[in-house]
């Protein structure tokens, strides 16, 4: 328990604080008026700067904003299997009272993340390379873990910290922040809170072990998952970031020591696998980035879907939402953005833009972008910390569709990034006729009809995927041949 000051040493910080930051004076405040409260899985006592009713809050604000972006994956038999898993430990664990959820989002990262208060998310991409409920189960138990012994309540201070350097955008206006890049942030901060201490890693996967064996799961399947992350890790094939060694730094032989804790369970063999019932729900599973949701390719964004396309600059920086589309320039110092318009026409939408509290418009001009009608303006703002900011905005007419695109860097550099900035936007075009796009992967469950090679595999696939990539997939070695009968994963196109 921390012992506070005095009434001379409160007077003291009263008088030094009336001279500091209003953001400092508010944490000051809050510490001071902080009680401390007993940690439920160590039993100590800790500086809980939230309440749990607070906590619950901050999760909920989590679980509306997943569900926007990057949403839910539309499965809800995968949605009600995972639940149960995830219901089944929570219950067990130090804070079993929490309001638990347990979703499945529609992200290719291979993933897995805890929001304060009970909210659990793992990703599409995770559950496509998991090979059995007990090394869902152990992933799960990890993130409860998080919540039960109240890591994300212990990193409040420093989100406060961190709040202030998430960049140039995250500062704007409120009213201009949202719809530049105040989504972009989001995101950022979401995932910068995500790396915990390696001791609160460790002990996650601790208690994750506990919970999953209480719920009748094989611990010796979590030694497996761990390898297969690692090998995700390592493979340049299958490297996507956010990933969870990204986002949960490795406490140590992740493999070893939970190897270790799984020998000293009795009758271990006799607990619940769960292969073939995890990959029945596995069959049929988007595999990977959906590009019919937009892809980045040689240098340009493209949207099947939608019909357009339009030029990244070399060495920008992209980040594909479910509703925009953001290039940052790679030291901060501009930003692109691109999202529809609610407005009919893009003269309409531009006036709309350009008359925004906090936004100094500069007139319009309608003009031609690559055939498609199209209005543009300059525009100055301030940020929230006094910086002058300039910035171009194009609203381009396509397939029945406002697009806005909006380009932005500080007053001072708008001479440095201007000119890309303008090239993009006005890159902005329609996709060809007849152009062919990126097919959809998916995830397809076969019985192997005779002994069959990763290589051997992935030639019946054509090629969609490698071998070393099947192998990962499927928790074996490059190297082995699967006997007749096996039941593993293959990946197609359609």
């Not at 959809?440 to 469950?445: A, Q």
Request: glycine share 10%; proline share 5%.
């Amino acid at each position: 328990m921390v012992d506070f000051p005095g009434p001379t040493s409160l007077q003291m910080i009263t008088f030094t604080m009336e001279k500091a930051p209003m953001r400092l004076r508010f944490l000051v405040s809050v510490v001071l008026v902080a009680g401390c409260a007993t940690n439920p899985v160590t039993g100590r006592s800790q500086l809980s700067l939230v309440s749990e009713g607070q906590e619950i809050a901050m999760g909920r604000q989590q679980l509306a904003a997943s569900q926007q972006d990057p949403g839910f994956v539309a499965n809800d038999a995968l949605q009600r299997y995972v639940s149960g898993i995830g219901m089944a430990m929570a219950k067990a664990s130090e804070r079993p009272k929490l309001p638990w959820e347990f979703h499945v989002i529609d992200d290719p990262a291979v993933n897995a993340f805890a929001a304060p208060g009970g909210f659990i998310f793992v990703t599409r991409g995770l559950v496509g390379y998991l090979n059995s409920e007990a090394q869902l189960a152990a992933v799960m138990g990890h993130e409860i873990g998080h919540v039960a012994a109240k890591h994300s309540v212990a990193m409040i201070s420093q989100q406060e910290l961190a709040q202030g350097g998430l960049g140039l955008f995250s500062v704007l206006k409120p009213d201009l922040a949202q719809g530049v890049a105040g989504q972009a942030a989001n995101i950022v901060a979401s995932l910068y809170f995500l790396k915990f201490s390696r001791d609160d890693e460790r002990m996650a996967d601790e208690l994750g072990h506990r919970y999953s064996v209480h719920a009748g799961y094989d611990p010796r399947e979590m030694p497996k998952t761990y390898r297969t992350l690692q090998q995700l890790d390592k493979s340049s094939s299958s490297s996507r970031l956010p990933g969870f060694l990204a986002t949960h730094p490795d406490p140590g032989d992740r493999m070893a020591y939970t190897q270790a804790w799984a020998d000293t369970v009795k009758n271990a063999a006799r607990l619940k696998v769960g292969r073939d019932p995890f990959l029945a729900m596995t069959d049929g599973l988007l595999f990977g980035a959906d590009p019919q949701q937009g892809y980045f390719e040689n240098g340009q964004f493209v949207h099947p879907v939608l019909k357009f396309h339009f030029a990244v600059p070399s060495g920008w920086q992209g980040a594909n939402g479910s509703t925009q589309v953001v290039l940052s320039e790679p030291n901060g110092g501009a930003q692109v953005s691109l999202k529809q318009s609610a407005q009919g026409t893009a003269q309409a939408a531009a006036q709309a833009f350009l008359t925004q509290q906090g936004v100094q418009g500069q007139g319009t001009q309608q003009t031609s972008v690559n055939g498609l009608p199209a209005t543009t303006g300059e525009f100055n703002a301030t940020s929230q910390s006094g910086q002058q900011l300039h910035g171009e905005v194009l609203f381009v007419q396509n397939g029945g569709q406002v697009y806005e695109l909006m380009g932005l860097s500080l007053a001072t550099t708008w001479g440095q990034y201007g000119g890309q900035i303008r090239q993009t936007l006005r890159s902005f075009g329609p996709t060809a006729p007849g152009q062919q796009f990126r097919p959809r992967k998916w995830i397809r469950l076969v019985t192997l009809q005779r002994s069959t090679t990763m290589n051997e595999l992935a030639g019946q696939g054509s090629g969609v995927v490698t071998a070393a990539d099947l192998a990962i997939l499927n928790s074996v070695d490059v190297n082995a041949t699967l006997a007749a009968g096996t039941r593993v994963k293959t990946v197609v196109t359609r």
